[in-house]
């Protein structure tokens, strides 16, 4: 599995402050992004990307809810978003993924 990279992104780090609002306001929720910067530690100790610039690789067409899937119908019919949203119901899926492809 893949680990989580927390990304820094301050006005300080960016060539111009015209430059961090225009990459700012580009990006939305749920878009996959490239971003190119320098690792670090956060103030908590955390691994840290501190950005220095954004490229937008593809936007999200359909908004993620910000709330999360609380209908169980609506979570059986777009699994994709069950998935994306809940990394327990992910952890599970690949794990039994794995057990019948070991099975197999």
């Not at 015209?18 to 955390?46: L, Q």
Request: glycine letters at 8%.
């Amino acid at each position: 599995g893949g680990q989580r990279v927390q990304m820094m992104v301050t006005e300080d780090n960016f060539d111009s402050s015209e430059a961090f609002w225009t990459t700012v306001n580009a990006v939305k929720r749920g878009d996959i992004i490239g971003a190119e910067g320098f690792p670090g530690m956060s103030k908590k100790g955390e691994l840290s990307l501190f950005v220095r610039s954004i490229q937008v690789l593809s936007p999200c067409l359909h908004m993620l809810p910000k709330k999360g899937l609380k209908d169980q119908e609506i979570r059986y019919r777009q699994r994709y978003l069950d998935l994306m949203l809940h990394p327990a119901v992910r952890d599970t899926f690949v794990t039994r993924s794995r057990v019948v492809q070991l099975i197999r």
